[in-house]
């Protein structure tokens, strides 16, 4: 089977490419690919066996151990970062879908941990007065780096112990999630806030535009306006 591996960072540079193809046997596991990796070059081979906790997705968002059976066509490897997974930050496509369950318990916490906030955003079916039978994304290739620069720098000034951010690009439908913002902080009161924070800053500031289909027109939604192109 063939899976595309996603690198991040220092392991995306050592590899010389962000995207990378590997040949392997049916239930491979995640061990496989890493060790596959890992035959690329000495620098990151060496990497990869140095860093400790190196953070390994499916094509859902779910964290997988080492032993696990890869399920699907890609997998993201991502080195961990300065805080450990105090920010968790992904672009989502398509069929992709995320378990709170699971991003619930790999953000990090902390014994004066006393509340975990979730915003989620999905399509409405009824806006402006017409009826919205798709929603499409279109966004700008730094929109992940954007994320994570959001993401840390509320991070920091509510002192959280982590935040997750999470956003569709591509079509929706009415239902359907958009966006996912999660936030764990000491008490209830920086968490609220914090998490406002975060919600108006990525639709104000996130190189991310959207195109509504009603039952009137296709209309793209830029600022406060719509801009009607069909």
């Known amino acids: 089977m063939r899976i595309r591996v996603r690198l991040y960072a220092v392991l995306a540079e050592l590899a010389g490419s962000s995207e990378i193809v590997i040949e392997c046997n049916d239930r491979c596991s995640v061990n496989e690919v890493l060790d596959r990796l890992a035959e690329i070059g000495e620098g990151l081979s060496m990497v990869l066996s140095k860093l400790k906790g190196i953070i390994v ?9 080492g032993n696990d059976v890869i399920e699907g066509e890609r997998v993201d490897v ?8 105090k920010v968790y930050v992904r672009v989502a496509r398509g069929s992709d879908e995320f378990s709170l369950d699971k991003l619930f318990g790999m953000l990090d916490s902390s014994d004066e ?3 975990t906030l979730f915003f989620i955003g999905t399509v ?3 806006n402006r007065g017409g009826i919205v039978s798709e929603l499409y994304y279109d966004a700008h290739e730094s929109l992940e780096a954007k994320l994570r620069d959001i ?5 920091e000034k509510y002192s959280l112990d982590s935040v997750a951010l999470i956003h569709y690009t591509g079509t929706r439908k009415p239902g359907d999630i958009t966006f996912i913002a999660i936030v764990r902080a000491g008490s209830r009161g920086p968490g609220f806030a914090a998490l406002r924070e975060l919600v108006e800053k990525v639709k104000h500031e996130a190189p991310i535009w959207k195109r509504e289909t009603r039952d009137d027109g296709v209309y793209w939604i830029i600022g406060e306006s719509d801009v009607k192109v069909k």
């Open 78 to 85: 991502l080195p961990p970062s300065a805080g450990g997974s």
């Open 113 to 115: 941990t006393g509340a």
């Open 57 to 65: 997705l499916d094509e859902k968002g779910r964290r997988l151990g």
């Open 124 to 126: 409405r079916k009824l």
């Open 151 to 155: 993401a840390s720098g509320v991070l």
